[in-house]
């Protein structure tokens, strides 16, 4: 497969579903060419050959677990192989996981770590050499409004989406002036997979959840304006200010009371 030269190209994790399906349309409607990357070949097939007929974009699918730790490499290998320069890196893929600590299953919250944090980081280190040597590029990470404090009943995903927006701003920080930007996109509940997969149906917080169309086009257009971080959910933009007021312990109870009464509903 041979991309057009004269466009630049976006590499999107989780990009076959959610949030990361939503952003690759963006991407194409805006001209770009496509890199996608999932579990799901089938779907990213799919995806692709639509973006490709509606938009004359070109695309590479590139179907890999970033559970497991060698699947960055693997990307970026054949990113390589193929001959392809990142102009954009999406670092959505991530997943949650409901419940006390004590009675989640350990593997699931290890692939979580890896997934969340280890192949974000990665990926990161990876394609952020030749953006540099470029002078221009976006980096989006998709966090969580979870990542402004701890919580309760998800403590391994509230966690590792701090990670995420701590790397994001020390890293924006760290790229001023070299013509790239991170943003750390922090969205509230939305309509995707994220919901049944973190055990999570039912919360009245996700019956009036956004839509992944909203949440993808908000981050798209924060990434372009080369915001550091973008929280779609009105209601939420309260969380970053009050986390840095109120006592550290009055906030942990305000979420798992969110958490506890959303789930007995």
Not at 9 to 18: H, Q
Not at 19 to 48: M, P, Q, V, W
Not at 215 to 222: I, N, P
Request: proline content about 4%.
């Amino acid at each position: 497969m041979q991309f057009t030269s004269n466009r630049k190209t976006a590499l999107i994790t989780g990009a076959s579903s959610g949030i990361g399906y939503e952003l690759a349309y963006l991407f194409a409607r805006d001209g770009h060419n496509l890199i996608l990357t999932a579990r799901s070949r089938d779907k990213l097939d799919a995806l692709s050959s639509k973006l490709e007929e509606h938009f004359d974009i070109s695309s590479l699918v590139i179907d890999e677990d970033l559970s497991h730790p060698q699947a960055p490499k693997e990307i970026h290998k054949e990113v390589c192989r193929a001959g392809f320069s990142v102009d954009f890196l999406v670092n959505n893929a991530g997943f949650g996981l409901h419940g006390l600590f004590s009675e989640t299953d350990r593997h699931e919250e290890l692939d979580m770590i890896q997934v969340n944090i280890g192949a974000l980081t990665h990926l990161t280190k990876l394609f952020l050499p030749d953006m540099l040597e470029k002078g221009e590029g976006r980096i989006l990470n998709v966090g969580s409004i979870a990542s402004f404090q701890p919580n309760p009943l998800m403590a391994v995903y509230a966690a590792s989406k701090a990670y995420v927006l701590s790397f994001s701003e020390a890293l924006a920080n760290e790229l001023e002036g070299t013509g790239i930007t991170v943003t750390a996109l922090c969205p509230g509940p939305t309509k995707t997979e994220f919901e049944e997969r973190a055990s999570l149906q039912g919360h009245r917080e996700f019956q009036k959840a956004k839509t992944p169309e909203e949440v993808a086009l908000y981050g798209y257009q924060q990434m372009m304006e080369g915001a550091v971080i973008a929280i779609p959910h009105r209601k939420f933009r309260f969380i970053r200010p009050l986390s840095k007021i109120l006592p550290r312990n009055w906030m942990i109870r305000m979420t798992r009371n969110v958490f506890e009464k959303g789930m007995s509903r």
